[in-house]
């Protein structure tokens, strides 16, 4: 069981926090469970009507944006390390894996959306490994919907999920902020290009639309890639 299990999915389950990442130095970063398990909010909107289909939602949390893809009619695909969070993305009608982003996923390069919202850039606590792995993921001249923080950092951390009780969290794991400004740094040595304009904040988040470049050799290996099924979204 990873070291944050049983605290997140406590707090997946009830649909409520609090909960927080907690640094070395014993600072709280708190987590917005009660907006995760929710619908989605304008903020979530204003990415929403960005995304292509097929879209991977990468930390899918409780499945609020996968759901709503769903109802829009786009194929989408939710992955997450989180038995709570898949159950109840399946419960909220929307597909989901329990998979992490560097396990073997189906479609790979062939997804037109990525999204890392809710801070999951940081996943790893190393945002260029990362981005290099959703470039992998996504088609030549994919898109890929980041959520960063809506003020300058770019910092590598350990931290621990904490419900804000006495009790001892588990052993802490490497996570990472950044804003936009870092992201855009990491972005250009791992496959991406920031679209022109997009960035943009809403409700207070704030927001980063990156795309795949395209080569030559991307150019071929997509004239020669299917699109994902639907048949493919749970295997």
């Not at 207070?204 to 290996?221: D, H, N």
């Amino acid at each position: 069981m990873t070291a944050w299990a049983e605290p997140y999915a406590r707090a997946i389950r009830s649909g409520r926090g609090p909960l927080f990442l907690r640094q070395a130095d014993g600072g709280l970063l708190p987590l917005e469970v009660e907006r995760w398990c929710g619908e989605p909010d304008a903020a979530d909107w204003s990415v929403l009507g960005r995304c292509a289909g097929p879209v991977l939602d990468i930390g899918c949390g409780p499945g609020r944006l996968v759901a709503a893809l769903a109802r829009l009619g786009l194929p989408a695909l939710g992955i997450d390390v989180s038995a709570v969070a898949v159950e109840r993305t399946h419960a909220s009608g929307g597909s989901a894996l329990r998979r992490s982003v560097f396990d073997p996923l189906p479609g790979e390069g062939r997804w037109a959306t990525a999204l890392l919202m809710d801070g999951n850039v940081g996943i790893g606590g190393d945002p260029g490994a990362l981005l290099r792995r959703v470039a992998a993921l996504v088609a030549p001249g994919g898109l890929c919907v980041v959520e960063v923080q809506p003020y300058d950092v770019d910092e590598r951390v350990r931290v621990q999920v904490s419900d804000g009780t006495a009790v001892v969290p588990g052993p802490p794991f490497p996570w990472a902020r950044v804003g936009g400004a870092a992201l855009g740094r990491y972005a250009a040595g791992s496959g991406w290009g920031q679209e022109p304009g997009w960035e943009w904040g809403s409700g207070g988040r704030r927001f980063v639309a990156l795309r795949r470049a395209r080569t030559a050799y991307s150019r071929a290996e997509s004239a020669n890639s299917a699109p994902v099924s639907p048949s493919q979204l749970n295997r």
